[in-house]
Nanobody, 124 residues
Framework: QVLLEESGGGLVQAGGSLRLACTAS????????MAWFRQAPGKEREFVAG????????RYEDSVKGRFTILRDRASSTMYLQMNNLKPEDTAVYYC?????????????????WGQGTQVTVSS
């Protein structure tokens, strides 16, 4: 079983930056795609960004392209989400997840391990 732990959330003003981190407990996750999802109050969980097992392929939800960057360090089993130029609509609980395959799809059904989430709040 892979345990995931997120960190780095917090309160920031619009236009500011945050860096989220997700650390996996098992090295088996290094062969799987990983992703960040988010869920705002009253809304469904949505895909934010994903990265393939070797970091070669990344994909982003349209609203975060050019502002967010996903990275992973396989040696430390850690994935990051650098978030710049944050907007109030980015406010949500952010979850990291490990994919069932080597790539990261946009559907939550393609992920079998999830972290507990970290709150990101962007004030206007």
């Amino acid at each position: 079983q892979v345990l995931l732990e997120e960190s780095g959330g917090g309160l920031v003003q619009a236009g500011g930056s945050l860096r989220l981190a997700c650390t996996a407990s098992a090295r088996t996750s290094s062969n799987n795609g990983m992703a960040w999802f988010r869920q705002a109050p009253g809304k469904e969980r949505e895909f934010v960004a994903g990265i393939s097992w070797n970091g070669a392929i990344t994909r982003y939800e349209d609203s975060v392209k050019g502002r967010f960057t996903i990275l992973r360090d396989r040696a430390s089993s850690t994935m990051y989400l650098q978030m710049n130029n944050l907007k109030p609509e980015d406010t949500a609980v952010y979850y990291c997840a490990t994919a069932r395959s080597a790539v990261a799809g946009v559907s939550a059904t393609g992920y079998n391990y999830w972290g507990q989430g970290t709150q990101v709040t962007v004030s206007s």
